[in-house]
């Protein structure tokens, strides 16, 4: 399993930018996808998740309201709508594909994105 992300870059404070990440191989569908981010000296942290079917979504207390995960099947794609950015969205964003059953978890990563915003 591939992922790459796309979609980042430089935008002034309350601005919007629209992530993207495409999973290549495994079953997408099957697949719950999230995306985290890791600040400068910070420790990485779940932003967004969504489960296999969309069902399921959930968000980081700080985003909530702000950012919206979405995926598309037919495109193996999952997104991440980031609306009134603030400085303290600044980090470099990383996509993740979970397998995980019963007795086992994998997590698949993608290279990331950095996402800067200027006050």
């Known amino acids: 399993v591939q992922l790459q992300a796309s979609g980042g870059g430089l935008v002034q404070a309350g601005g919007s930018l629209n992530l993207s990440c495409v999973v290549a191989?495994?079953?997408?569908?099957?697949?719950?996808m999230a995306w985290h981010r890791q600040a400068a000296g910070k420790q990485r942290e779940l932003v967004a998740f969504i489960s296999s079917v969309g069902s399921t979504i959930k968000y980081e207390d700080s985003v909530k309201g702000r950012f919206f995960i979405s995926r598309d099947a037919a495109k193996k794609t999952v997104y991440l709508r980031m609306n009134s950015l603030q400085a303290e969205d600044t980090a470099v964003y990383f996509c993740?594909?979970?397998?995980?059953?019963?007795?086992?978890?994998?997590?698949?990563w993608g290279q990331g994105t950095l996402v800067t915003v200027s006050s």
């Open positions: 993740n594909a979970i397998y995980s059953d019963s007795d086992l978890r994998y997590d698949w």
């Open positions: 191989g495994g079953t997408f569908n099957f697949m719950p």
